[in-house]
């Protein structure tokens, strides 16, 4: 049967929701996602704070899997800084085409190297004034970046990660920065850079853009959005996605407990 939404998501469609309120449900909230997706990481591969930047910024349109695909053949022909600052555009630009704008890209990716060498002797920073000093880096970038290649906590919000926090009533800002200081106010600190991770995750598997999955959602009850996708179970089971490698089958039923589940 369809979830009905709690007296608190209630308030929070109507906007009589207290700023307590409100940070009690996002951490509820946060909690249940937690338990869903207990393996949300990033998605992109790397071995260093280089390889993520690097594999960020091809991901600009394209999907993960695909910058996976692609990043080996890129970081054993050009290893480091100083070899993808010199790097020859036309043979980056054909191992980057698969990725979609391999052109702008392959700029992108050879300004950046060249930056990296000519003002931090080739190596990644690890401060956030520094990283977005860079060519194209912006605080989404850095923030993925540091949270996971030097373990500093810091907020993603990409299209996923904005889209959920409105969906949830959290902020209704549209702008990233804006938006990040907003969800950045609800949850300790420490709980950032996970909190990134399991709402990308649940961004890309069950609150999908166009038609979230609302009867599959282990938040269903906390969210005042829900009934903005399908309510019905068996129907909202058929609409969870999960970004797969080549060959790879999703497990049934897919990893993670679903609302109807019983507890263990």
């Not at 709690?6 to 996602?33: F, H, I, K, Q, W």
Request: net charge positive; charged share 20%; hydrophobic share 40%.
């Amino acid at each position: 049967m369809p979830v009905k939404p709690s007296a608190v998501a209630r308030r929070a469609r109507a906007g009589d929701e207290t700023p307590v309120a409100r940070t009690r449900r996002a951490r509820r909230t946060y909690r249940a996602l937690h338990d869903r997706y207990p393996y949300a990481h990033c998605e992109l591969d790397f071995e260093s704070p280089l390889q993520l930047l690097v594999a960020t910024v091809l991901s600009a349109q394209t999907t993960d899997v695909m910058v996976n695909s692609v990043t080996p053949t890129v970081f054993s022909r050009w290893p480091t800084a100083q070899a993808l600052a010199a790097a020859d555009r036309e043979e980056m630009e054909a191992v980057l085409r698969p990725t979609g704008f391999f052109r702008a890209k392959t700029n992108s990716v050879i300004t950046l190297s060249q930056a990296i060498v000519e003002r931090f002797g080739g190596e990644v920073p690890g401060r956030l004034q520094d990283l977005v000093t860079l060519p194209g880096v912006g605080r989404k970038t850095a923030n993925v970046v540091l949270g996971n290649a030097f373990g500093v906590p810091g907020i993603t919000v990409d299209t996923h990660v904005g889209r959920l926090a409105r969906r949830f009533a959290w902020t209704d800002e549209t702008d990233p920065v804006k938006a990040e200081h907003a969800i950045g106010a609800l949850f300790p600190r420490s709980d950032w850079t996970m909190l990134s991770h399991v709402l990308i995750f649940h961004g890309r598997r069950t609150c999908h853009a166009r038609k979230p999955a609302c009867g599959a959602c282990p938040v269903a009850a906390l969210c005042p959005s829900y009934g903005e996708g399908e309510t019905d179970p068996v129907k909202a089971r058929a609409l969870l996605a999960y970004e797969l490698a080549p060959g790879a089958a999703l497990p049934d039923p897919p990893p993670g407990p679903l609302p109807d589940d019983p507890a263990p």
